[in-house]
């Protein structure tokens, strides 16, 4: 492209290339490059850059173009006019953009018949950026043209190659509700849930399980999401049990974060949460790895966090809710007691306002039980063993406790658990119990959250036996949560002079 070509006679052009374009019979590569010979590709482009003033020259142009690769012959020449490619698809004009977007989908229907790695040309131009450019500011007949190139190119063999365009689709999602909107109009999300669907290469579905992690971290990726077949394919991720762990692993982490947000019940019927929930409580049945069930139980607190979520988790028959209630006061697991003691304080509210922590009548009747019979079958025989057994454990798991106490002391009989057990009120109370910040700050908060049950029960505060308990909580929250002591004062250090 390094010659400079012109046509000294632009009517001459503009007939010739309508002719061309609105031929009826069929165009044989003969054909083009017979036409080429006498208007070389170089005139063409310089023409249709230079827009000489002669009224139909662009639209006749363009439609020539779209003819001309749209042959095997006039595909095999794309390779050499790539540079064109790039400058049509950011032209200010939407018919050149157009014709740049014809010219890709050729150079990808027929790469496999003239031997030139499209995929590569497309990656090394940097082209799908311009192409999901054009899907958002083109017009309409360009949104089209971009996305029919969009999707032949994800469809590609180069798997890599098509994680690379999911990437960019997933991108250009976040940014906003409006571009979401384009992009979900455009069935571009449907390459995602495809790629989902064909868990035999086992990188690119896990590339693609990222992707969809990303989506469900953006705000206004549920309503979208909602609408596709997404949680259907990740339960049944979940359910296969032929597939790697790690595989089932990320889908229920998505899962989990997903159904995480408030707004979720907005845009996703309660049946279509249980049935992944159903999926995921038999994961937990038929699983023996740890770092799955661990990793299914974190997916559980976090669909905990919201009250629907909470409500399903103990409402389903049998509660999928029991598996994290065992898990969170066995002891032989401490990855699997970590995780669960965590889920559960999510499902008792922690994470919730103080005014959103109970639930309904069902749901809260089955968080009692499923805590009282855990008890009962082990050797603490109430809750307050259960808890007092967690708080004496080391600082991490502690800190698990010191979350689940805050979220289930709203309940009453949790909180007379409590104060039945004069140890567990010491050590929430003890300013030398925690040394890190965040230790500090949830022990701190535990004490607000038990003071605050015990304040708002008339029954409780007017018994004289809990009188100290109200008065050593109080004195800890004056304290604050910083180490802030009795005797906080430095204290002179006298030493004796070393003589030599």
Known sequence: MEEEYSVSDP??????????????????????????YRFPLPVIINALQTKADVPGLENALVACLERIFGTKYGASLIPQYMPFVIVGLGADSQKVRYVACKTVSCLLEYS??????????????????????????????????????IRKFAGSPEGLGRVRVLALIVKLFSISSSVASVVYN?????????????????????????LFYELAEIQHSTEFLSRTTLLQILASLIS??????????RAMTIIGRLLSKEDVFTFIDESSVKTVIS?????????????????????????????????????????TARHVVDAAF?????????????????????????????????????????????????????????????????SE??????????GLVARPWCLMEICSRQEIINIVTDPFTETTKTGM?????????????????????????LAGIAAKLDEAIRRGPYLARKNSEAQPAVMTAERF
């Open 240 to 249: 296969n049990g032929s597939i790697g762990s790690i595989l089932r692993a």
């Open 441 to 465: 700050e949830v022990r701190h908060n535990c004490c607000q959250a038990i003071s605050k049950a015990l304040l708002s029960s008339p029954k409780l505060t007017s018994d004289p036996a």
């Open 186 to 210: 455009s069935n571009l999300l449907s390459l995602l849930e495809a790629e989902l669907r064909n868990v035999n290469d086992t990188l690119v579905t896990l590339s693609v399980l990222e």
């Open 11 to 36: 009517i001459q052009l503009l007939e010739a290339a309508s002719e061309f374009a609105h031929d009826p019979g069929f165009l044989s590569d003969a054909s083009t490059q017979e036409f080429l």
């Open 330 to 394: 066995d002891q032989h697991g401490r990855g699997k007691q970590l995780a669960a003691l965590h889920a559960l304080g999510n499902i008792a509210g922690e994470p919730r306002s103080e005014s959103n922590r109970i639930l309904n009548v069902n749901a809260e009747e089955c968080l009692r039980f499923l805590i009282y019979e855990t008890a009962s079958k082990s050797s603490k025989f109430a809750p307050s063993g259960l808890l007092l057994s967690v708080l004496q454990q080391e």
């Open 397 to 406: 798991i502690r800190l698990a406790g010191y979350r689940l106490i805050t």
């Open 279 to 319: 999926a995921i409580d038999g994961r937990l049945l038929e699983s023996e790895d740890a770092d799955e069930f661990e990793c299914t139980v974190e997916a559980l607190g976090q669909i905990g966090m919201t009250i629907q979520g909470a409500t399903v988790l103990l409402s389903n028959t049998p509660p």
């Open 112 to 149: 496999d018949d003239t031997n030139i790695s499209a995929a590569r040309l497309v990656v090394e131009y940097d082209v799908y950026p311009l192409l999901l450019k054009c899907l958002i500011d083109g017009d309409e007949q360009v949104a089209t043209a971009s996305t029919d190139v």
